[in-house]
C-alpha cells in the first residue's frame, strides 16, 4: 500500500491522529538590516542635540531681556526708570564702546537703528529728560515703546 493510499475504513479521528504539526519558523529580528536607518537614528540624534544647544544658547543669551522687561513691569511709568532701564538693557546687549557714550539725540539715534524703527517725536523728549520733568500723559505710551524696543532690538545691527 503506498503511503498516499488511505483505507476506506480509517476514521477521521485517527486521521487526525495522524497529522505532524509544523515547525514554527525562526523569530523576526526588529533589528534593521541594513545600516541606513542606524545612521539616520544617529543624524536625526545629532540635529536634535544642536537644536538644543542652539535654543539654551539664544535662551541664555537673551537673559538680559527677560530682566530688563520683569524690571520694566516693576518699574510703572516713571520716565526715569524707564531711561534707566533702556540704558541698562542696551549696555547688556551690545559692546559697551559703543553704548556708554551716547548722550541726546545719538541716544535716541542708537534706539531707532537697533530697534528698526523710529520712535515718535512726543516720546524722545520724555526719555532724554525724565529725570528732570513730570510726564505723566506721555509715561504709558513711553513704557511700552521700551518693552517693544527690549524685546524686538537687533544686536547685530551697526552700532
Known sequence: MNETEIPADTS????LDQLVV????APISMVPQTMGWPIVGAVLVLLLTYALWRWFRVYRANAYRRAALAELAGAGDDPAQVARILRRAALAG???RDVAGLRGRDWIAFLEKTGGEPWEEVLKEPLLTGPYRHYATIAP???ARAARWIRTHDREAPS
Not at 12 to 15: A, F, G, I, P, Q
Request: glycine content about 0%.
Open 12 to 15: 477521521l479521528v485517527e486521521l
Open 22 to 25: 509544523p515547525e514554527l519558523p
Open 94 to 96: 551690545f559692546d559697551r
Open 141 to 143: 505710551r513711553l513704557t
